[in-house]
Every structure is written in C-alpha cells, then in structure tokens.
C-alpha cells in the first residue's frame, strides 16, 4: 500500500487567496483526520470524518476554514481566505474502524501564506 | 476536557545516555499511543499500551502504562543519534469516538 497521499507537499500562496490540500486515505481506513501543526500550538485536530462523514469539527478554526470527504478515497481541506497565520504543516491521518486503532499520517503539506 | 500533558518539552543527552520522558492525562485512558515524529517528517506509530501496569520493549525502548492508566512513560536505553525526534503520547478523546489527543510531544536532541 502507498500510505496516506497528500498533494501538495509544498504550498505558498498570498494572503487572502484560496488554498485546497488533497488526502487520499489508506484504502480500507474508515477514518480520515486532519491536524495541523505548528510550533506554537503542537499538533491540533482540526475535523475528522468516519465513513465519509464529519464526526467533529471542533478544531476548526473558524468559517474559513472548510473540509469535505466526497467518497472513501479522498478528503480535501480548504481554507478561504488564507491568512499570514494559518501558515503550519497540515497532516492528513486515516485509521481503520476498530475503536482507537494507530493512526498513519501521511508526509504533510507545509503551507506559507505570504 | 480532556488534557494530556508531557514532560519535558526539550531533552538533550549525548549518545549513548538514557532518555526517559512522562505523560500524564487528567482522565483515565482506555489505552495510549506513542508516535515519533522525525525532523522535518510526519508521525509514526510505534506502539500501544492497553493494560493497567503494562509494560512492552522495543528493543531499546521501553514503553510503560501506569496502574491507575492516567500515565505512561517512554524509556530509551543508550540513545543513538537514530533517536532524534518529536515523541508524542496520544489517548482517546473520551468524547468522540476514534479521536486522539496528542499530548505536546518531547524533543530529543542526541549530540554524537
């Protein structure tokens, strides 16, 4: 299996423009998150979904930001209009459906807003 | 809600000395999870723990559940410049099922 996909690896965009991060979860996972990282905050969950899904999205930071799963394999982030502050590594995880099960997180997206 | 706390934030040994660092969540866990993140890369899993008093070794490692399952430790035995890194804890949320929360992970810095 490829892992958890994530495109772009490499984001740098300017302030007030419209940025979209791309997941494909691990095929057969039931859970897809995803976190954002930062060095001021650590690793936050942003929202998560089970079977397509949104269970909690709690950790959105706010109407920006937006999040959708349209099927099984892919999942997308969106965030509009990015700002300066929602610069951070963003990371897609998905998990298979036995309550608690590890988490594979796939190599991130380093967003720069500019 | 629920917090899980790590200590310490920063750790630096030279190769070759022991690593230890301690999480400890306000609730009971049902289990906990340990990740290692290295610079510049994405969480790994490397293990879980389940039982009251549990304790599992990964060949230098040593991964410990407490009695009451309110903490855990990880122990490194002569850390190697291989164990650089990010180790994070994880428990389950307790509100919302199949969701983590990450403690704010130790950083290991291992001078050769």
């Known amino acids: 299996d490829a892992g958890v996909i994530q495109s772009p690896r490499h984001e740098v965009t300017e302030m007030g423009q419209e940025v979209t991060l791309r997941c494909k979860p691990i095929s057969g996972h039931d859970y897809l998150f995803w976190y954002r990282q930062t060095m001021m905050r650590g690793l936050e969950l942003l929202i998560y979904?089970?079977?397509?899904?949104?269970?909690?999205d709690s950790g959105m930071p706010e109407d920006r930001f937006s999040a959708k799963m349209p099927n099984a394999s892919f999942s997308t982030l969106k965030i509009q209009p990015s700002e300066p502050r929602d610069s951070a590594v963003y990371f897609c995880?998905?998990?298979?459906?036995?309550?608690?099960?590890?988490?594979?997180f796939g190599p991130g997206t380093r967003l720069t807003v500019l | 809600g629920q917090q899980v706390m790590q200590i310490p934030q920063y750790q630096h040994v030279q190769e070759g000395e022991d690593f230890t660092t301690y999480c400890n969540s306000s609730t009971t866990l049902s289990n906990i999870q340990w990740y290692k993140q290295r610079p510049g890369g994405h969480p790994v899993f490397l293990i879980q723990?389940?039982?009251?008093?549990e304790v599992k070794k990964q060949k230098r490692l040593t991964f410990q559940f407490g009695e009451a399952k309110k903490n855990s430790s990880l122990h490194i035995t002569a850390t190697q410049t291989t164990d650089v890194g990010t180790y994070f804890c994880?428990?389950?949320?307790?509100?919302?099922?199949?969701?983590?929360?990450f403690g704010q992970g130790t950083i290991l810095t291992v001078h050769p």
């Open positions: 723990l389940v039982k009251s008093g």
């Open positions: 979904f089970n079977n397509n899904v949104p269970i909690d």
């Open positions: 995880a998905s998990s298979r459906d036995r309550g608690f099960d590890e988490q594979f």
């Open positions: 994880a428990g389950p949320s307790g509100t919302s099922y199949g969701k983590l929360t």
